[in-house]
């Protein structure tokens, strides 16, 4: 007796929103091109996605935005001191 089996696509978690991972994949542009097209589909018609979505672009654009600041000197000369092997 053949068993159908219910193959998951690999951008949604098992509750059937787009998976945390695929998130991050998407934002990125690092989807392939069927499974970006496929997580904005599900956008479309999902608000609780669609504000995950929104939620990690606002923290990449605040992660983007801080201002680096350079290492003290005397923090570079301890670091060259410890033993790293
Ligand atoms: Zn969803």
Same mark, same amino acid.
């Given at each position: 007796? $053949? +068993? &159908?089996?219910?193959? %998951?696509?690999?951008?949604?978690? =098992? @509750?059937?929103?787009? !998976?945390?991972?695929? /998130?991050?994949?998407?934002?990125?542009?690092?989807?392939?091109?069927?499974?970006?097209? $496929? +997580? &904005?589909?599900?956008? %479309?018609?999902?608000?609780?996605? =669609? @504000?995950?979505?929104? !939620?990690?672009?606002? /923290?990449?654009?605040?992660?983007?935005?801080?201002?680096?600041?350079?290492?003290?000197? $005397? +923090?570079?000369?301890?670091? %060259?001191?410890?033993?790293?092997?």
């Amino acid at each position: 007796m $053949a +068993v &159908a089996v219910a193959v %998951r696509p690999a951008h949604l978690a =098992a @509750a059937g929103h787009v !998976a945390d991972e695929a /998130v991050s994949a998407y934002i990125d542009g690092a989807l392939p091109a069927d499974e970006a097209l $496929a +997580v &904005a589909e599900h956008l %479309r018609g999902c608000v609780p996605c =669609a @504000a995950v979505v929104q !939620a990690h672009r606002r /923290v990449g654009v605040q992660v983007r935005s801080l201002a680096v600041q350079p290492v003290p000197p $005397a +923090v570079l000369q301890a670091a %060259r001191r410890l033993p790293w092997q």
